[in-house]
Nanobody
Framework: QVQLVESGGGLVQAGGSLTLSCAAS????????MGWYRQAPGKERELVAAITRGGTTNYADSMRGRVTISRNNVKNTVHLQMNSLKPEDTAVYYC?????????WGQGTQVFVSS
């Protein structure tokens, strides 16, 4: 079973940028849609960006225009480039296969945006 490890989070000032990375222990080629989710304190986990095997992307309204998701099916990685970060983007960010509830979640990577 594929294991996912997220990295790249940290502390950034409002307006700053971060690039999150997700490394899979196995092939993600067979996974149709990979996504980045986030969970803020006291809130439910939400999908913020998704990308299909063929490269079609979709973004949550809250982040559209500020983030870019990409995937490399050879290197088995998924990235999330985030710009113009806001304090409300503070959350733990996870990558996961969309629509695969049986796949274990990784530890996530914490993003903290200061005002």
């Amino acid at each position: 079973q594929v294991q996912l490890v997220e990295s790249g989070g940290g502390l950034v000032q409002a307006g700053g940028s971060l690039t999150l990375s997700c490394a899979a222990s196995g092939s993600i080629f067979s996974i149709n849609t990979m996504g980045w989710y986030r969970q803020a304190p006291g809130k439910e986990r939400e999908l913020v960006a998704a990308i299909t095997r063929g490269g079609t992307t979709n973004y949550a309204d809250s982040m559209r225009g500020r983030v870019t998701i990409s995937r490399n099916n050879v290197k088995n990685t998924v990235h999330l480039q985030m710009n113009s970060l806001k304090p409300e983007d503070t959350a733990v960010y996870y990558c996961h296969a969309v629509g695969a509830p049986g796949l274990p979640w990784g530890q996530g990577t914490q993003v903290f945006v200061s005002s």
